[in-house]
């Protein structure tokens, strides 16, 4: 069993830079890829970011550019660094896990990005 807990999130002016962090704990070894998903009111889940087995970087096109993916395998830890935040950037933001075929979902993070 994999335990995710996120921390990060908040209220952002536009253009303002936001830091996700997300830790998973548990009897976990070698995680294959960690990332972070968000949800819009009344959207779609859609993948953020994601990093597979330390070094493989996927990025949604319409972050390409302002967010950075990072993640410290020694200590489970998958960090999103958010910069030029947009508006249409605000959402519940997922950390997302998957290990062992299955994926493990953190309790969302609320990113709110408003004048």
């Known amino acids: 069993q994999v335990q995710l807990v996120e921390s990060g999130g908040g209220l952002v002016q536009p253009g303002g830079s936001l830091t996700l962090s997300c830790v998973a704990s548990?009897?976990?070894?070698?995680?294959?890829?960690m990332g972070w998903y968000r949800q819009a009111p009344g959207k779609e889940r859609e993948l953020v970011a994601d990093?597979?087995?330390?070094?493989?970087?996927n990025y949604a096109d319409s972050v390409k550019g302002r967010f950075t993916i990072s993640r410290d395998n020694a200590k489970n830890t998958v960090v999103l660094q958010m910069n030029s935040l947009k508006p249409e950037d605000t959402g519940v933001y997922y950390c997302?896990?998957?290990?062992?075929?299955?994926?493990?979902w953190g309790q969302g993070t609320q990113v709110t990005v408003s004048s």
């Open positions: 997302n896990v998957r290990y062992c075929h299955e994926p493990y």
């Open positions: 548990g009897s976990i070894f070698n995680i294959y890829a």
């Open positions: 990093i597979i087995s330390g070094s493989s970087t």
